[in-house]
């Protein structure tokens, strides 16, 4: 399993990874859901996909 910047993850955040929760933040086209961080900072959540966008008119594509 790797993290959303290519990097693997040690055996302590292996560890730390619960009910499909990732560790970062989410980029955009990715869920928010899965990550401990949600989207990654200057990204919108979509409401109801929770879905990364750069523009929250996107959530309505």
């Given at each position: 399993?790797?993290?959303?910047?290519?990097?693997?993850?040690?055996?302590y955040e292996m560890?730390a990874?619960?009910?499909?929760?990732?560790?970062?933040c989410?980029?955009?086209?990715?869920?928010a859901?899965?990550?401990?961080?949600?989207?990654c900072p200057g990204l919108y959540?979509?409401?109801?996909?929770t879905?990364?966008?750069?523009?929250?008119?996107?959530?309505?594509n």
């Amino acid at each position: 399993m790797k993290i959303n910047f290519g990097e693997p993850l040690t055996k302590y955040e292996m560890k730390a990874v619960k009910g499909g929760i990732g560790i970062g933040c989410a980029i955009a086209g990715n869920k928010a859901k899965y990550w401990t961080l949600g989207c990654c900072p200057g990204l919108y959540t979509c409401p109801v996909s929770t879905l990364c966008v750069i523009s929250a008119d996107q959530c309505l594509n």
